[in-house]
């Protein structure tokens, strides 16, 4: 059990050290592919149910559908109100968005870290502490790994670590209930480009307005 409860830590700090140290400081063309493969060979070593075939893969659709709904839904309607729109306009966005929305965030973020995440170190640390606390210790590792994300747009560390590490926890359920990572990587694919396009569209409509 000791063996199992160092591995989990031991994977737990180095996704975070990852993410703080190594990933940022990666040149953006090959950021994706390279967190793409490391997630992949994490998950593979943990030997994480990715739950990719049938019955599973129709049931990680049902529920990453039933998840992503009301948060695309949830970013429209926000997105009309001003102090959304406002914090939106600000935003830096890159210069071209196609690469982004195509590559970075659904091969680059979100396989990634669901990959590396839910399925890795969700797996890992579950052996090592049991459901409810091993779902605890990949959504605070989570969390911290937002950090340098945080400081780079110039946002509140603190929340942004509460809140995705909230993402980190829900996100686990998803895996968990649907016995699929695609049911998690359809919400987490959902709160980006939901929030991408509609970053993009206000700032598109601001200057033309």
């Given at each position: 059990?000791a063996?199992?409860r ?6 737990a ?7 703080a140290l190594?990933?940022p ?9 390279v967190?793409a493969?490391?997630?992949?060979v994490?998950?593979l ?6 739950g ?21 839904v949830?970013?429209a309607?926000?997105t009309?109100?001003?102090?959304v729109?406002?914090a ?12 982004w929305?195509?590559?970075h ?5 979100v396989?990634?870290?669901?990959a ?6 969700g797996t890992?640390?579950?052996?090592a502490?049991?459901?409810a606390c ?29 809140v995705t ?8 359920l998803l895996?968990?209930r649907?016995?699929?990572?695609v ?6 694919l959902?709160i980006n480009?939901a ?9 598109r409509?601001?200057?033309k307005g």
């Amino acid at each position: 059990m000791a063996a199992l409860r160092f591995r989990a830590a031991a994977l737990a700090a180095g996704l975070v050290g990852w993410s703080a140290l190594i990933g940022p400081r990666l040149p953006a063309r090959v950021q994706p592919g390279v967190h793409a493969v490391l997630a992949g060979v994490l998950a593979l070593s943990a030997r994480a149910p990715l739950g990719l075939r049938p019955p599973q893969l129709w049931s990680g659709l049902r529920l990453g559908v039933a998840a992503a709904t009301p948060v695309i839904v949830g970013v429209a309607v926000s997105t009309a109100t001003p102090p959304v729109r406002s914090a939106m306009a600000r935003r830096d966005l890159p210069a071209s968005p196609a690469p982004w929305l195509v590559l970075h965030i659904p091969v680059g973020t979100v396989w990634s870290e669901e990959a590396a995440y839910r399925a890795a170190l969700g797996t890992v640390a579950a052996d090592a502490f049991g459901p409810a606390c091993g779902r605890l210790v990949q959504s605070l590792a989570f969390g911290l790994s937002h950090i340098a994300d945080a400081r780079g747009a110039g946002e509140p560390v603190l929340p942004t670590v509460l809140v995705t590490g909230v993402a980190g926890w829900i996100f686990a359920l998803l895996r968990e209930r649907s016995g699929s990572v695609v049911a998690p990587m359809l919400a987490h694919l959902a709160i980006n480009e939901a929030g991408a396009i509609a970053a993009i569209s206000v700032q598109r409509a601001t200057a033309k307005g």
